[in-house]
């Protein structure tokens, strides 16, 4: 539950990526979140969802909650091949054809931890709700 007293929400894992990158963009503005943080964790999320279709048969679901301070989204899938390790992959490198998904959601995400149980495995991200104008800065510090 969040504060609110509200049950998470929670989505199937369909081929519709489109679909649900709409339904956590529209869930993650309602909780606070704007602007390019926003836009990093509907991509992360996206980027999780496509893992599960790739690599565990599209068998898992997508959920989330919120408080003051942060949004959290949990992608489940029912193969459980992800271990927590899995959560430090570093840059593939651009000779790589793939496996950039775990890394990119590391750099757009403020946390990102992978668990594993009978269940399946989930990966969390969690971005924190930042009063408007107040995300990254676009350059580097001067």
């Known amino acids: 539950m969040d504060r609110e007293g509200h049950a998470p929400a929670q989505w199937p894992i369909t081929d519709d990526l489109s679909m649900l990158r709409g339904q956590v ?3 993650a503005a309602r909780a606070g979140l704007a602007g390019v943080r926003l836009q ?13 279709l ?3 048969h599209g068998e898992g679901h997508v959920e989330a909650w ?3 301070g ?3 989204v949990e992608v489940h899938d029912r193969l459980g091949r992800l271990v927590p390790a899995h959560a430090d992959a570093g840059n593939p490198g651009v000779t790589t054809l793939r496996g ?32 408007a104008g107040a995300g990254r800065p676009l350059g580097p510090a001067t």
């Open 70 to 72: 942060s949004v959290t």
């Open 25 to 27: 963009n529209d869930y």
């Open 100 to 131: 950039r998904g775990l890394w990119l959601m590391r750099q757009l995400c403020d946390e990102v931890r992978i668990t594993r149980n009978a269940d399946g495995s989930a990966v969390l991200l969690r971005q924190a709700i930042e009063p």
């Open 66 to 68: 919120h408080d003051d």
């Open 54 to 56: 790739d690599h565990a």
């Open 40 to 52: 990093d964790l509907v991509l992360a999320v996206n980027e999780a969802a496509a893992n599960v």
